[in-house]
C-alpha cells in the first residue's frame, strides 16, 4: 500500500471546506488513503504576515463571490457565509485528533459534518458546544468529544502539528503532500492527478 | 460577435505569463477574441497592502516550486526565474497599449514574445532597450516602439486603465473578465471553460 495522502486544512477555510469533499475520491481513484491533518491557519498566518482572505481590499469582495461559485461549480451544496468569519478552530479540531486515533475510517465523515455545519448550516463550530453537537449527530460520544476538547494531551498534539506543518512548509488550507510533494489549495487537485498517476513530472 | 474576453496582466507575473500562453486558444475554442490589458501589479499591490508572492515567508518558497512545476504541468518551456524579480513592466506594457492600437491581431504574439525572453530567457525587459529588442524581432520598428515608452498619451492610457482595473476590482495577474464575471489565476480557467460553453453557471 502506498503511503497516504496528507491532507491539512483548516475548519475555518472555505477552500479547505470544497476540497474535502474531493479529496476522498481522488484518493481512492489511486489507491491512497487519506490523512486528515487539522491545522489552525492563525499561527501560520503570524508567519506570513497574511491577513484571512475575506479582510483584503479587493480580494476579500472577489472571495465571497468564488466560493459561492466554486461550490457551484464543483456540484457542492449552496455555499452559505458563516455570519461569524473566520473563527478560531481548536474544538473541531481536536475532537477530529481524538476521533483520529480511534477510528481512522470515521474521520472523513466526521471532517464533512464540522465543515457543512459551518459553511452550509451556518453553525458557529467554534463553541465547544456546537462542535460536540455537531460530533454526536455523526454517533460520536458527547462526553467524550467534549472532553477531547480539553484534554492537554490532545491540545499538545494538535500544537505540535501546527508546529510540524509549518516546518515543512504548510501556510495555507488546503495543503496537501504526496509522497513529499507539496500542493496549495483545491486548484492543484489537477496536477495531484498527474502526480498520482505518474508518479511525478 | 461575442464580447471579447479582458485579459488582464503584468509582465513581471509568473501566473500570468503561464496563462497567457492558454488564453488564445481557450477563447477561439468559444468564438471569443482576447483583450491583452496590461497592468501594473505594484500599484494593486499597494491598494491591497500584499506582497510579491516570493517575497512572503513560506509561500515565496512553494511558489518558486510552483512556478517551475506548473510550466512542466501545462507543457511550457522551462521556466527560469528571472535574475531580478519583481520589475516594473511599464515598458513593455507601454508597447503594447501602443501595439494594440495599430494592429490588434499581432498583439498575442507580441505579449508572448516579452513574457518568453523575460520567464524563459532572463531577458529583464524592464530596461526600454531591451524591451524594444524583444519588439524589433516580431518586426516592430525600433524607433517607434522607443517612442511609444515615452509618449505621454500612452503613459497617461496605461495609468487610466490600471485605475480602471482597480475599480473593476482587479487585485491580481491574471484576471479575466468574461462578460462582467471576474476570474482571478490561470487556476480559474476551469470554471472560464464552462462559463464560456453555458453562460454562467
Chains 1, 2 share one sequence.
Do not use: C
Not at 21 to 33: D, F, I, N, Y
Not at 62 to 78: C, I, K, M, Q, V
Not at 144 to 171: H, T
Request: net charge neutral; hydrophobic share 45%.
Amino acid at each position: 500500500m502506498p503511503a497516504p495522502i496528507d491532507f491539512y486544512f483548516d475548519f475555518s477555510s472555505p477552500y479547505g471546506y470544497l476540497a474535502s469533499q474531493k479529496v476522498e475520491a481522488l484518493a481512492a481513484k489511486h489507491g491512497r488513503e487519506v490523512l486528515w491533518r487539522p491545522i489552525l491557519l492563525g499561527v501560520m498566518f503570524r508567519q506570513t504576515g497574511v491577513l484571512p482572505l475575506v479582510d483584503i481590499p479587493l480580494k476579500g469582495a472577489y472571495s465571497r463571490r468564488d466560493f459561492e461559485r466554486s461550490a457551484r461549480f464543483h456540484g457542492l451544496p449552496p455555499f452559505n457565509m458563516p455570519s461569524r468569519f473566520p473563527i478560531p478552530s481548536q474544538a473541531p479540531a481536536r475532537i477530529v485528533l481524538w476521533q483520529r486515533a480511534r477510528d481512522k475510517a470515521a474521520v472523513a465523515r466526521l471532517v464533512g459534518a464540522f465543515y457543512r455545519a459551518f459553511f452550509v448550516d451556518d453553525i458557529d463550530i467554534s463553541a465547544p458546544d456546537h462542535a460536540v453537537a455537531v460530533a454526536a449527530k455523526e454517533g460520536i460520544d458527547s462526553a467524550a468529544a467534549r472532553a477531547a476538547i480539553d484534554d492537554p494531551a490532545i491540545k499538545e498534539a494538535l500544537k505540535q502539528d501546527v508546529d510540524g506543518a509549518i516546518a515543512r512548509g504548510v501556510f495555507g488550507s488546503p495543503f496537501v503532500f504526496v509522497d513529499g510533494e507539496p500542493f496549495w489549495g483545491l486548484d492543484r487537485f489537477d496536477q495531484i492527478e498527474k502526480w498520482l498517476a505518474t508518479g511525478g513530472f
